[in-house]
């Protein structure tokens, strides 16, 4: 069975960093894993993403600040220069293909809070 986890989240201030850390584990192909934040009432965005190939997709409020990586099942995001307005729920997707399976199947992780205070 295929989870995924997100840690790192927590509270910081205005111009500080966090990284995230985001784990798949399970049987699997990993197509690709990114990086999603949500606030209530709207729906996610994405952030970054990382494919298998190494390419690399920021949103450009984010260019420059942060920085996504990928180890194997293991994504990290490495976030600078912390605004208020990146405060939110940052939800880790992975994009995996299982066994005796010809497509890829997104998996959320449930989330990790970032706040980041003025």
């Known amino acids: 069975q295929v989870q995924v986890a997100e840690s790192g989240g927590g509270l910081v201030q205005a111009g500080g960093s966090l990284r995230l850390s985001c784990e798949a584990s399970?049987?699997?192909?990993?197509?690709?894993m990114g990086w999603y934040r949500q606030i209530p009432g709207n729906e996610r965005e994405l952030i970054a993403d990382i494919s298998a190939d190494g390419s690399i997709r920021y949103a450009d409020p984010v260019k420059g600040r942060f920085t996504i990586a990928r180890d194997g099942a293991t994504s990290h995001l490495q976030m600078n220069a912390l605004k208020p307005d990146d405060t939110g729920t940052y939800h880790c997707k992975a994009s995996l293909r299982t066994p005796g399976n010809r497509y890829a199947t997104h998996y959320w992780g449930r989330g990790t809070l970032v706040t980041v205070s003025s």
């Open positions: 399970g049987s699997f192909t990993v197509i690709a």
